[in-house]
């Protein structure tokens, strides 16, 4: 244990300490910090800058410089001294400022008798919110010791701001949550909301930075150290055999919990003044400040995985955590770093919009996201940090644009926006009991996706006909094992029950590539969404299949039943499969179990090959839906997850839609019932331009529904099909401009 010393820092955070009990206003106690430490550490000079913008820096507050200047000097990040330090969030210690890279004369000040400087970052959790700077005229170099005081005093400060000790007047000293944020991520799940933002992990808030009795202290910490190390050990018991990365993850874990030198340095911290939560969190921020400079992806996990334990310990030493007491908001926008797809159905469709850390486009997460028809973006910054329980939040999952606190005028063109959409919304209620009937009398068939029980109330709300893709495998997804015959059974039973007669068509279990799950052995796989998936795991591991059709049949229990197999790539993976159905079916009636009264066995189309697949396989398929989210990846070879990629290749573009017209073509000469379960079917345009060459049933989010049904019945198909021909034949890429240029013309 180092020893406790009546150091320079701890000096100097008590007399902190002192003047921040007293009463004042902020701007006299950021003087006073700067007298004090100016004093304490006998330099001439002590600053304090701090953002008043995301780039430029303000001095906040002086002891040696001109007081006139306070308020007045601004810097960019990145320019001069300061702007450096801002930048690199490293601290600069010289005895010679004006020979030093970067170094700004700034004449207002009076600066330029000052030969040394040191300057450290405030920063708090890797967000940056100023620089403490010292100098001296005598030309000299600030000792190791001096360094790490002024850096532990710039973490107190940092405590501080988010505390709102220093609230003032003027840009830099207004509250830190109380400024509007904007935040860009990437659209996981469309649509708009507004709310106030509900915190899945509420930041822990460390309300005493500087401590009287490092021996009381050091006591703690080795408490919660101790305790740390017993759950991580617990929860390493508990994990499930197999599951290598979630076991990689608390190995790290422990390894962390165990390291000598993540405590020593804590332990260094307390020696120096800092409460024990205060050295466990400058430990993270610093671990947060390497995050964000490491390219390897490794190690950036492992300084992820220290994140996560320091948070903690935090929960541990301060008592805070998950139930911190806040009352969740009325319309809660969801906040977290991530979130298992478990947690989030736990709290389903209460939710109005999600904004996430990190997440990806193909997480489980969004996958329920998706199903619940909730917004969601992904990738959003510093949202975790920059987010406060109850703040307004405005999700665009149009832009892919998250709003913290904004300004009225967003707030306002928000609510327009939110409010023609209603409109909108209302005039498609208007038509939900319609059919959808072209102008040219050609009637398509428009059908919902689902994946959940709660789902099925939208096959009334939607006016869909029918649920034209169950997804099955989100049951799978977000339990810790495999689900029991019996319980999907009930499951499929009661979706069959509530579609009360509306044909419900189930596909079985689509696993793999993105969509892993928890207690299934992973696979390292070069390529997972050209690997081990779908049909392919169904057919070598035929178990879980055979359960899941067996499952289905009783669920029906007389009644029709419907299934398709996803991702067939050749005839004989549907033909195998289909043999098991049979194979299911006898021995159910064997058992003496009641059959269906009618069974069709479809067939996903989602790769180019089945395009071209022998005659024989669209005889045999009772049916064909096109899954286009796949198909169209693996017909322009753009992974449908990758953000580089995933929107350069147009659904409409000619190559493209000449294939769909091909699979029409084989469908119509073999009388096999096709339809388009991808998203794409729910895009208006989309839709259009599918029922322009020949598709006449789609199945979509139950939202799509109205609006592509509000286009069909606005449009003639045989004009529709005249524009599309006619552009295809001038050579465009993509029938698109052609079609937006026809609508456009049509009024629209
Ligand atoms: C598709 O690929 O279009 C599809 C509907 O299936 P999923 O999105 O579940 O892969
Ligand atoms: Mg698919």
Sequence with gaps: MPEQTDSASRRLLGRLRDTLAEPGAGQERLDRITHIIAEQMGTDVCSIYLFRDPDTLELCATEGLKPEAVHQTRLRVGEGLVGRVAKTARPINTGNAPQERGFRYMPETGEEVFSS??????????????????????????????????????????????????????????????????????????????????????????????????????ARLNEAVDKLRITVDEMLNAAPDGDNEQLQVLEAYRMFANSRGWKRRMEEDIARGLSAEAAVEKEQSAARARMQTVPDPYLRERLHDLDDLSNRLLRILTGQGERTGAERPADPILIARNIGPGELLDYGRSLRGIVLEEGAVGSHAAIVARALAIPLIVHAGRVTTEALNGDPVLVDGEQGIVHLRPEETVA??????????????????????????TLCGTRVALTMNAGLMADLPSLESSGAEGVGLFRTELQFLVRTKVPRRSELAQLYARVIDAAQGKR?????????????????????????????????????????MRMQIQALIRAANGRPLTLMFPF???????????????????REERLGRVLPEKVEIGAMLETPSMAFAPRQ??????????????????????DRENEHVRRRYDTLNVSFLTLL?????????????????????????????????????????PASIGPVKNMLRKSDLTEARAVIDAARASGAQSVRPAVMDWLRRRGE
């Design 117 to 218: 400087f040191l300057g450290v970052p405030v920063q708090r959790l890797g967000v940056r919110l100023g620089v403490l700077v010292v100098q001296s005229k005598e030309g000299r170099q600030y000792s190791d010791d001096e360094v790490y005081a002024l850096e532990v005093v710039a973490m107190v400060l940092a405590e501080m701001t988010e505390l709102g000790a220093f609230i003032g007047e003027g840009e830099a000293l207004t509250a830190l949550h109380s400024r509007p944020a904007m935040l860009r991520g990437t659209v996981a799940q469309e649509g708009v909301a507004m709310g106030h933002a509900w915190l899945h992990e509420p930041r822990v808030v460390v309300t005493q930075p500087i401590a009287d009795d490092p021996a009381t202290e050091m």
């Design 412 to 437: 306002s063109a928000f609510r327009d926006k939110m409010a023609m959409q209603a409109k909108a919304v209302k005039r498609y209620a208007a038509i939900r009991n319609e059919p959808a009937l």
């Design 504 to 544: 419900v068509v189930f596909r079985t279990l689509d696993i793999g590539s993105d969509k892993v799950l928890p207690y299934m052995k992973r696979r390292e796989e070069p390529n997972p969404a050209l690997g081990w998936r779908a049909i392919r795991v169904g057919l070598d591991r035929p178990g879980v």
């Design 568 to 586: 067939v790539a050749q005839l004989d993976e549907f033909r195998t499969a289909r043999e098991h159905v049979l194979g299911e079916l006898e």
């Design 617 to 638: 396989f669209y005889e045999e398929a009772d049916f064909i839906s096109i899954g286009g989210n796949d198909l169209k990846q693996f017909f322009f070879a753009a």
């Design 661 to 701: 017209e091909q699979i029409v073509k084989r469908c119509e000469d073999t009388g096999t019932p096709l339809s388009f379960c991808g998203e794409d079917a729910g895009r208006p345009v989309e839709a259009l331009c599918f029922a322009a060459i020949g598709l006449r049933a789609l199945s979509m989010r």
